[in-house]
């Protein structure tokens, strides 16, 4: 019997999309292999419990910094390839190390001339997911990649149902009728929060859910299911705020609990976190985009909404910070946009009643706008396909000179 190709997994501990790719790569993967891959995961803490189902064989606490160690773990573990997701320094280390990594870049309209040090252009392949746009600067930087290829977006390769092209899934059919505006199965979606870099993230989900949950009440809304990182403290404070005889559950999902709860819902609201929004274009899901939590859903929140032709884009009141203000203050430089977005943050802080109570209207009117039959849900996953968990699979076994076959 043939051994099994021992890959090591990392992903930036930023959001949960990272994980995301990780793991429908990794399923990818495994359909293309006669022997199924072991796999290795290297830190990605902030992706882990998304993970909890991928057949991760060991985990590793090491920064991507740290070469030496990734060497040593690299002998013990016999690793023959890397999958990195956003993750440059681990990426460098494993080629230092001798092993080929591919590095997945699913954000490659965000960079500038300052980021030429930290991706890792090198790399035995650079996987960049196309973009629906993407500036002069950055197309120039990512194709400085030794090794480049554009690949689709990367979703599930499988389902637990299945949306046809002009209907819902044979679940949500067995539903019955659906009445626009009032979802019988509502999903909220929060990512991975807590990422490096930002302060009190509490304030989001404080803002936020209060706000949507209050929404899904007056859109007589049935069962919704909460899903995000929130702390047992935080998911407590949250459910003493849920409204009287809306039926609620909170608590994260692993990646393929999540899909199959995307795929059973008639209304999906979810901060823009690209690979979601993706996911859920995949399956043709209705979706209100919730205001951003970080520069890049800026962008996510706009392409979706150029892409299906939808009005359920919600941006924070300007009382919080104004996006156009965010994307002038990028010519700076990341740091500086950020900059913005969390004075921001700081200052919702400040305002959460009010801004509650604002958001909850523009909630209601976008859960009823969501109902719009003349919506193309799929468009985002239309322009940028969807076959490239099995395109960046098919890299992992070109590196090490392996075919599907």
């Known amino acids: 019997m043939s051994r099994p190709l021992v890959l090591a997994v990392a992903g930036v501990s930023f959001g949960w999309g990272s994980a995301g790719k990780i793991d429908s790569v990794v399923r ?231 899909v199959a709860a995307m795929d059973r819902c008639d209304l999906l609201l979810t901060s823009p976190g690209l690979t979601t929004l993706l996911e859920a274009s995949t399956y043709g899901v209705p979706t209100v985009t919730l205001p951003p939590q970080n520069v890049s859903q800026i962008f996510n929140a706009r392409f979706h909404q150029e892409a299906t032709g939808s009005d359920t884009r919600l941006a924070w009141p300007v009382d919080v910070f104004d996006e156009e203000a965010v994307i002038a203050a990028r010519r700076q430089g990341e740091a500086a946009a950020h900059g913005v977005v969390h004075g921001g943050m700081a200052q919702a802080s400040r305002l959460l009643a009010p801004l509650q109570d604002e958001l909850r209207a523009r909630v209601v009117v976008a859960v009823r706008r969501a109902g719009q039959a003349d919506v193309d849900w799929r468009g985002l996953a239309t322009a940028m396909g969807t076959e490239g968990a099995a395109q960046v699979a098919e890299e992992i076994l070109a590196a090490v000179g392996q075919s599907g076959e």
């Open 28 to 258: 990818a993967l495994r359909g293309l292999c006669r022997v199924p891959p072991r796999v290795v995961g290297l830190s990605t803490d902030l992706g882990r419990p998304l993970l909890a189902g991928s057949g991760i064989d060991r985990w590793y606490e090491v920064k991507g910094t740290d070469t030496a160690r990734i060497a040593e773990i690299v002998r013990a573990e016999g690793i023959r390839a890397g999958l990195c997701v956003l993750d440059g320094p681990t990426a460098k280390s494993l080629e230092a190390a001798g092993v080929p990594a591919v590095f997945l870049d699913s954000l490659p309209f965000l960079w500038s001339e300052g980021d030429l040090t930290w991706l890792p252009l090198e790399a035995a392949a650079y996987c960049a997911q196309r973009s629906p746009r993407m500036g002069e600067e950055s197309r120039v930087v990512v194709e400085s990649a030794k090794r480049l290829r554009w690949v689709d977006a990367v979703v599930p390769p499988i389902g637990p149902a299945r949306r046809t092209a002009d209907g819902p899934s044979e679940a949500r059919e067995r539903q019955g009728v659906r009445i626009p505006g009032r979802p019988r199965e509502a999903l909220v979606s929060l990512g991975g929060m807590q990422a490096p870099g930002l302060p009190e993230w509490r304030t989001y989900p404080r803002a936020v859910i209060p706000a949507v949950l209050r929404a899904l009440a007056d859109c007589e809304a049935g069962a919704v299911r909460v899903a995000g990182n929130l702390t047992p403290d935080l998911i407590h404070e949250l459910a003493a705020q849920v409204p009287e005889g809306l039926a609620v559950e909170f608590g994260p999902l692993v990646h393929d609990d999540f």
